[in-house]
């Protein structure tokens, strides 16, 4: 048969001493801007986000200032070079209308050059 036993109950274990959490030191007492309540202090406390993002903000501005004057200088060149091609375009009529036999004709004369009366003449080469 069984036995009847005292049960012995184990001894409790020494409590860990727990490292105890750092709080955040509430502010006490009268605030440095007035009447200003606690929840404005999140701007104090997260300052280097709001300066992040206001440094981001200005280069944001920069790039848009650039692209701006970049696509002004663009249409500028733009309007130069439709002009200057105008120009190329009339300085080549031009040339092709005194390049005309009838133009040079009487130009060269007086260096005694005068229009051939009969066909050139072809030069064969055998080999």
């Known amino acids: 048969m069984a036995e009847n036993?005292?049960?012995v109950e184990p001894a409790p274990a020494p409590k860990a001493t727990a490292v105890p959490k750092k709080k955040k030191k509430k502010r006490k007492g009268p605030s440095l801007f007035g009447n200003v309540n606690?929840?404005?202090?999140f701007i104090f406390d997260n300052?280097?986000?709001f300066l992040y993002l206001g440094f981001l903000a200005m280069v944001y501005?920069?790039?848009?200032?650039y692209a701006?004057?970049?696509?002004k200088e663009?249409?500028?060149?733009?309007?130069?070079?439709?002009?200057?091609?105008w120009e190329s375009n009339s300085r080549k009529s031009e040339l092709m209308l005194e390049s005309?036999?009838?133009r040079v004709k009487p130009k060269v004369q007086h260096l005694g050059l005068r229009p051939?009366?009969?066909s050139p003449k072809k030069i064969i080469l055998k080999e």
């Open 5 to 7: 036993k005292v049960k």
């Open 38 to 41: 606690s929840g404005s202090f």
């Open 47 to 49: 300052i280097y986000f």
């Open 61 to 65: 501005i920069a790039n848009n200032n």
């Open 68 to 71: 701006i004057a970049t696509v």
């Open 74 to 85: 663009i249409r500028t060149i733009q309007a130069q070079l439709q002009k200057i091609s």
């Open 100 to 102: 005309m036999e009838s």
């Open 116 to 118: 051939l009366e009969e």
